[in-house]
């Protein structure tokens, strides 16, 4: 299948700072990018949808001017965690599709802000 | 929005013991997809089913799709500790936006 990187796989950063992670489709274009959130002992919760060259649509609760999504490409979207605070550490985890194709996940970055 | 209810939310089982999981829908599934996840860590496909009364097996897991197409099982014959983890059940939304169950904790016991 095809394969979705993510990076950095883990990252511990001060609280107040901003923290960048990185979602490539390695060997195919993908349409369409999702971001999710996990805590602890829960499942994965959507966070916001990207599509290449458009501004990402966010799910209800989701800030937007917080969690910045820029998808630059058909093979990368970031998302950037601005002025990050304790209650923000949580794994997140990216996806690609490609048109209804099935949908292919990141190994996950794991967020620890203290 | 799609919602999907899992159950149950944790089992723990004795090696070699059969066990179920169920995953319903409030609204008709397009597409159901398992997935198994060690928290942490990545997901892992299991199966996706997509056609009333569909059923695919892969080893010693089987997952189910009723007629009706809202709920779905994932059943696994004798269990090994290597089965042990967190199942997921996704959808898709209208705008192909993959959303999951609760999870269920999968333990088993050697």
């Known amino acids: 299948g095809a394969v979705v990187s993510q990076h950095p796989s883990w990252v511990i950063c001060k609280s107040g700072t901003s923290v960048k992670i990185e979602c490539r489709s390695l060997d195919f274009q993908a349409t369409t990018m999702f971001w999710y959130r996990q805590f602890p002992k829960q499942s994965l919760m959507l966070m916001a949808t990207?599509?290449?060259?458009?501004?990402?649509?966010?799910e209800q609760g989701v800030e937007k001017d917080k969690f910045l999504i820029n998808h630059a490409s058909l093979t990368l979207s970031t998302l950037t965690v601005t002025s990050a605070h304790p209650e923000d550490s949580s794994f997140y985890i990216c996806s690609a599709r490609v048109d209804l194709n099935e949908q292919f996940f990141g190994p996950g970055t794991r967020l620890t802000v203290l | 929005s799609q919602e999907l209810e899992q159950s149950p939310q944790s089992l723990i089982v004795q090696e070699g013991k059969n066990l179920t999981i169920n995953c319903t829908s409030s609204k008709t599934l397009y597409g159901l997809y398992w997935y198994k996840q060690k928290y942490g860590e990545g997901l892992i496909f299991l199966m996706m089913?997509?056609?009333?009364?569909e059923e695919k097996s892969h080893e010693k897991i089987t997952a189910k799709l009723d007629e009706k197409k809202q709920q779905s099982s994932l059943h696994i014959t004798a269990s090994q500790p290597s089965h042990a983890g967190i199942y997921l059940c996704?959808?898709?939304?209208?705008?192909?936006?993959?959303?999951f169950g609760a999870g269920t904790r999968l333990t088993v016991k050697p």
């Open positions: 996704g959808a898709d939304g209208l705008l192909n936006d993959m959303r």
């Open positions: 089913l997509q056609k009333g009364g």
């Open positions: 990207s599509n290449e060259g458009s501004k990402a649509t966010y």
